[in-house]
């Protein structure tokens, strides 16, 4: 979407840490998120943060979220190759909280 | 756990032919999306709903339309079917019991539209 950007590729090798980036418009959002989409398939919620917080960790991923600059990042540590995927940030906008998304970020492990 | 539901799968129609999409949210859910995702694209907001009534609207062709039914199941409704309506359409429910705790929609595995 227009109002989410991201950096559209990512190649990585196994075993390294990829860092996805994602700058928002929308500093009214309460949270922000990140959706993982394997080829041919429906969005899998990966993580969210509150947009009061600076940083979540969830195992291997962790959420930085830096509100002054309206900037997200996705860490993965141990990079696998089931991690290749499309990985999309998105916000929540409105009382709805509908969800604009970023055009997603194309992660391609090597071995 | 029970998951969010949508039918068909796929779906192959001509243009200027009419399509049905049915959506069956997580029970207790009450709130529910849907969204387009062109080839290549990101998904796009089209309608949702909140307690059978439509709570907002996106990028939604005037040939579309949708409704949610008194068991909280919603349906997109969409004639005049054109070749660029070729995508897949997800279905997201949220339900109260994550207000506050990430209002996280939870999507469904889509509906692969291909308009010939």
């Known amino acids: 979407g227009e109002d989410v950007e991201q950096s559209l590729f990512l190649s990585v090798r196994e075993g390294d840490s990829s860092v996805i980036n994602c700058t928002y418009t929308?500093?009214?959002?309460?949270?922000l998120y990140w959706y993982k989409q394997e080829p041919g398939a429906g969005l899998q919620l990966l993580t969210y943060i509150f947009s009061n917080m600076d940083m979540k960790q969830d195992q291997r991923l962790t959420v930085l979220l830096n509100k002054k600059d309206k900037h997200l990042s996705l860490r993965i540590a141990d990079t696998q190759t089931g991690d290749s995927a499309i990985y999309f940030c998105?916000?929540?906008?409105?009382?709805?909280?509908?969800?604009?998304f970023g055009a997603g970020t194309t992660v391609t492990v090597r071995a | 756990a029970a998951g969010v539901i949508q039918s068909p799968r796929h779906l192959i129609k001509e243009k200027r032919e009419t399509a049905t999409l049915k959506c069956y949210p997580i029970p207790r859910h009450d709130t529910v999306y849907w969204y387009q995702q062109g080839p290549g694209q990101d998904p796009q907001f089209l309608i949702s709903?909140?307690?059978?009534?439509?709570?907002d609207k996106g990028s939604i062709p005037d040939r579309f339309s949708a409704q949610q039914f008194s068991d909280y199941h919603s349906e997109l409704n969409m004639s005049s079917l054109e070749l660029g309506d070729s995508a897949l359409y997800f279905c997201a429910s949220r339900g109260r019991a994550t207000s506050g705790r990430g209002d996280t929609q939870y999507f469904g595995p889509g509906t692969r539209l291909t308009v010939l």
């Open positions: 929308d500093s009214s959002s309460t949270y």
């Open positions: 998105a916000e929540s906008i409105g009382g709805d909280y509908k969800l604009s």
């Open positions: 709903f909140y307690e059978k009534m439509q709570s």
